[in-house]
């Protein structure tokens, strides 16, 4: 299945990329090379087989319900670009 | 006096502890060969020299107060992808330039624990996606090897090129480095350096900067086996902080280191012998199993179907979790925020676009289309399905072999600057061909340095290990060390 402009138009979209016309028909060519070598998968019979999500076997451990860390405003908001009295300034989200 | 940087972790360790020579001399040491050497190498995005004499400072009083730990006073390079509190941490990526964590990543908070003096943070792909250390936002690595051949620059490899470059031009005793594809194990064998990924969930990721969080792995990249024991037996631990990190006991690493081989059998994998593989590569593969013969190992040939499988699997798998991964970076919280836009699309987009790289942004895109509404099934649940075929190669080759013996690399150290490779991720991707299968399975991988291609480049050996088995790994490498006698350094041209 070969990956129009349109469609990589749209991934970039999906991915919050902006990219330049050009570079969408370029990156079209290079991500229909990557997905075509990757078609191979289609050779292997994987009928019956589940899905491995984690190399290791192991139930999700939890931890105990109990606040353990905090208080960390400064901390926290030290590396944002913008900052108010510890608010995240951010551009306007409603309109 | 000899020349202090030419020590391995161990002999250094040795020296301090009978104060046959100082915390303080070594950092020295180490600073003037980094201030030589880094303006060619590039191995260094950052130097914290004050903080480390501080720290060697700390260490030499330990000493003398007969306090010393397992590190004590060893200077060490870190791989920018680790979080060290109040030190800029990047990943080599534009989009973190200017991140200072408020905290320290558990494999290095291990190793200060432990003594350990930090010099700097070191170069590497940019969020570890690459193959040649030439998609960091501060440069590319120069390898300290050259060809016989041609004076050209070479790539240490990648993603962990710095860590490897700088072990390799003796700018630290011993660095960190992380492996989702073959990350420490590739760049140690392009610069004669060993590398070992451990079993995943051995070390914690706490505090790595995220690439593929199912594969992702911490080990480091030594001058000896050995010091890859004592190295491996710092960085890894049990942490609540990694849901993924095993509670499981840590054998003495370094009581393996020597051990007799005698009996294990060791699997040879028909499907790693591939076509268009230069001879030198097979030459020494076959050089690797007649070291383990002589040394009382049993060959045993043994079958990984789904190894050409690998690879467009793992091009499935990492990006889609790396597109998950990197959705963090909105430029809101941390990192670059554009100051070209003003709604939030807008921001999102260009903040994203000016502070990721070409490669990182191709990969998010492959992810994205990967796990997108149509494709889910056809591909990312498909390559989780070939995911499981090849761990279970794996499970089914073990029982008839202990270790698994292959070459680590298709070829040694290329051009940076390689034109072919840069036109076609396919062929940069290639050179994970022997490694990535490891990360998929969760399996401990190891690199050896093992001779020397007519070029004069290093070339190394991998050794596979059962899951945890990282003891039965380092003694299968360290008589592939000891037999190969691998004491060739790169001339010094910097």
């Known amino acids: 299945m070969a990956i129009d402009v349109a469609t990589v138009r749209k991934v970039a979209s999906l991915s919050r990329l902006r990219e330049s016309d050009e570079r969408l028909e370029s990156l079209a060519g290079e991500l229909n090379g990557i997905l075509g070598w990757i078609e191979q998968l289609n050779e292997v019979d994987v009928s019956g087989v589940q899905p491995m999500t984690s190399c290791i076997e192991m139930t999700q451990p939890l931890r105990d319900d109990v606040v353990s860390d905090g208080d960390k405003v400064a901390d926290v908001v030290k590396n944002a670009p913008k900052t108010v009295d510890g608010f995240f300034i951010v551009p306007k989200v409603v309109e | ?494």
């Open chain 2, 1 to 494: 006096m000899t020349d202090l940087t030419k020590l391995t972790l161990k002999g250094a360790l040795d020296g301090l502890k009978a104060k046959q020579i100082s915390s303080t001399e070594l950092t020295e040491a180490f600073i003037g060969a980094i201030e030589t050497a880094n303006p060619a190498l590039n191995a260094y995005v950052l130097t914290t020299f004050d903080k480390a004499r501080g720290m060697a400072a700390e260490s030499d009083k330990r000493i003398a107060s007969g306090d010393a730990r397992a590190l004590e006073g060893a200077p060490l390079g870190i791989k920018d992808l680790f979080c060290t509190k109040d030190v800029r941490t990047t990943a080599c990526s534009g989009i973190l330039d200017n991140f200072i964590p408020p905290y320290e990543s558990t494999v290095t908070q291990n190793l200060w624990d432990d003594g350990a003096v930090m010099l700097g943070k070191l170069n590497m792909d940019e969020f570890a996606m690459g193959s040649s250390n030439e998609t960091s936002h501060w440069g590319p690595v120069t390898n300290p090897w050259k060809s016989n051949a041609s004076n050209a620059a070479l790539t240490p490899g990648g993603s962990s090129g710095g860590s490897a470059s700088a072990v390799a031009a003796d700018l630290c005793l011993a660095a960190t480095a992380s492996d989702t594809g073959g990350s420490i194990r590739q760049p140690a064998a392009f610069t004669g350096t060993v590398g070992i990924k451990p079993t995943y969930g051995r070390a914690s990721r706490f505090g790595m900067v995220a690439f593929a969080s199912s594969l992702d792995q911490a080990g480091p990249i030594t001058k000896t086996v050995e010091d890859a024991a004592i190295m491996l037996q710092s960085m890894c631990s049990y942490d609540t902080k990694d849901s993924t990190s095993l509670k499981v006991d840590l054998p003495d690493f370094s009581s393996f280191v020597g051990k007799s081989v005698k009996g294990l059998r060791i699997g040879i994998p028909d499907e790693y012998r591939l076509d268009g593989i230069p001879a030198e590569i097979d030459a020494l593969w076959e050089q690797g199993i007649a070291w383990l013969k002589d040394a009382g190992a049993e060959i045993v040939r043994i079958s990984l179907p789904n190894t050409k499988y690998a690879l467009p699997c793992y091009y499935i798998v990492a990006p889609a979790e790396a597109s998950s991964n990197l959705a963090r970076y909105d430029g809101m919280r941390f990192g670059h925020r554009t100051e070209a836009a003003t709604g939030l699309t807008d921001t999102y987009e260009l903040s994203r676009s000016e502070g990721f790289g070409k490669e990182v942004k191709r990969r998010i895109m492959i992810g994205t289309y990967v796990l997108s509404a149509g494709f889910y099934d056809a591909y990312y649940v498909k390559a989780l399905k070939v995911r499981r075929r090849i761990a279970e190669d794996f499970t089914n080759a073990f029982n008839s072999c202990d270790v698994i013996l292959t070459p680590a690399t298709p070829s040694s150290a290329f051009e940076l600057g390689d034109t072919a490779k840069a036109a076609d991720p396919v062929a940069m991707y290639l050179n994970d061909v022997f490694t990535v299968t490891t990360n998929l399975a969760g399996l401990p991988g190891l690199s050896v340095p093992a001779g020397l291609d007519s070029k004069g480049l290093p070339l190394g050996l991998q050794v596979i290990g059962k899951a945890l088995d990282e003891g039965t790994t380092l003694a299968i490498a360290s008589v592939l060390e000891k037999a190969a006698g691998f004491t060739h350094k790169p001339s010094k041209w910097w």
